[in-house]
């Protein structure tokens, strides 16, 4: 069997490597020309079913580079007004386990580290177009001319996918009607004067009147600007650090990042076409009450670093008919980050993928049921993780309206500075925040 992957992202690389190890012929084509291409995005989260679905799937020497190369652990989690003052604040919980953790990871450093061990599987330069079905086999065709041949298709090409489009023509995406500007900016002696101390170890949310909301990130690496390991840090670590050959590629440094969204009505009509320092600028024209110190901020951001993201959201399918095509990730079910759980419910999808092609090469299944057995099980999770990350990030919610908005943010501030001064129900609350429901822990186990 040999298994062909559009696209090669957080869940289609993973993917990769389970089928590798498995013993399974997989093909991943990326439309990148270069692996140093692809080094967008900021911070992701990886929660302990994402970590556990890694586990499973890389090397376990691979596994532990990813740990390893990950961002200091955040000590809080904090909620604030634009003028810094604190709503909420809870300790994070130290948890020492590699697997069944959070962790903070930078998608440039991530997407690095999953390409390593696939130098021979992935090839550059593929803009998929399109594809057809004959028989038991199916064709991929690019834009250079070429094309390749296999018995299972992955689309794993986000959340624009095209394989999507040819496959499943009636699956519709549809705005939220919220546009967020990313940025991020060095460490420095200035820029981190500019936050508190538990903002600078933590991760924060600022909620803001009209519905504005940012998030502040602190990514602090083992390795130093020059791309040094920095003094002790670990034996077993540092010694993974300076192996890892996707080090070479890496341009990510400490740096503080952050999210400003809001809906559409209160942003430039043409806020996804400015670049660079005009982004910067909208950021600015949005928050002329806030902190200075969140202002300046936004001043020192890299320009070349902000980027609009026009949020999207798939719209909940029901069941297909299962053919040796599919789809995994965003390709499939497009969500908000609202909850921060879309790449996790990806590499979710690559294991559940993974077990039952492993059921396949063992002959206790075929391709269409086995395809089937996932897509069931995919289309449940998924689409639930979708309705819900969409009710956490809509133009819809009440504190995006002028009048009734303020109301919301003043009753949602002072219930949660009542929460601040009651340890018990703060414990509570950042327990059940914690409390990760989502894939049973065997779902995420693999027999290679």
């Not at 909620?79 to 948890?95: A, F, N, R």
């Not at 050959?245 to 990510?252: M, S, W």
């Not at 901020?297 to 299962?322: A, K, Q, R």
């Not at 294991?351 to 099980?377: F, H, T, W």
Request: glycine share 10%.
């Amino acid at each position: 069997m040999k298994v062909l992957v559009i696209g090669g992202g957080t869940g289609g690389l993973a993917l990769a490597h389970g089928l590798l190890r498995s013993g399974i012929e997989v093909a991943v084509f990326e439309r990148d020309a270069l692996r140093t291409d692809g080094l967008h995005g900021y911070r992701v989260g990886i929660d302990p079913d994402g970590s556990r679905a890694l586990h499973a799937l890389l090397p376990p020497e691979l596994y532990d580079t990813f740990v390893a190369t990950r961002a200091r652990d955040p000590k809080y989690f904090n909620m604030l007004t634009e003028d810094l003052k604190e709503v909420l604040s809870m300790d994070l919980p130290v948890v020492t386990d590699p697997i069944a953790s959070e962790k903070s990871i930078s998608r440039m450093t991530m997407r690095q580290v999953l390409l390593t061990g696939l130098e021979d599987v992935v090839e550059y330069g593929k803009e998929f177009t399109r594809f057809e079905q004959h028989g038991d086999q199916v064709t991929a065709y690019f834009a250079d001319g070429t094309s390749a041949t296999g018995d299972l298709l992955v689309g794993a090409d986000g959340s624009g996918s095209r394989v999507r489009r040819q496959y499943l023509p009636h699956a519709k995406t549809e705005e939220t009607g919220i546009i967020a500007i990313a940025g991020k900016l060095p460490i420095t002696p200035e820029s981190a004067a500019l936050v508190p101390p538990k903002v600078f170890e933590g991760i924060t949310m600022v909620n803001a009147p009209r519905g504005l909301a940012c998030i502040l990130h602190v990514m602090e690496f083992q390795w130093d600007r020059d791309g040094q390991v920095k003094n002790g840090i670990g034996g077993n670590t540092e010694e993974l650090i300076r192996r890892w050959p996707g080090l070479q590629f890496d341009n990510t440094r400490d740096y503080i990042n952050w999210g400003l969204s809001a809906t559409t009505d209160k942003l430039p009509a043409n806020i996804m076409e400015l670049r660079g320092q005009e982004l910067v600028d909208a950021a600015l024209e949005l928050t002329p009450g806030w902190h200075p110190d969140l202002r300046r901020l936004f001043e020192l951001t890299d320009p070349s670093t902000c980027f609009p993201v026009n949020i999207w959201t798939s719209v909940p399918l029901e069941p297909w008919e299962s053919t040796n095509v599919t789809m995994l990730g965003d390709a499939i079910h497009t969500m908000t980050p609202g909850r921060g759980v879309g790449a996790n419910t990806a590499l979710r999808d690559a294991v559940n993928l993974c077990r039952q092609l492993i059921e396949m090469r063992d002959g206790r299944s075929e391709l269409v049921p086995a395809v089937r057995g996932y897509e069931a099980k995919m289309i449940d999770y998924g689409f639930d993780a979708v309705r819900k990350s969409r009710a956490q990030m809509t133009s819809a919610d009440p504190v995006h309206k002028p009048v009734i908005g303020r109301l919301a943010l003043a009753g949602m501030r002072t219930a949660l500075r009542t929460v601040n001064h009651l340890p018990p129900v703060k414990r509570r609350m950042r327990d059940s925040m914690m409390a990760y429901r989502g894939a049973d822990r065997d779902e995420l186990e693999l027999k290679l």
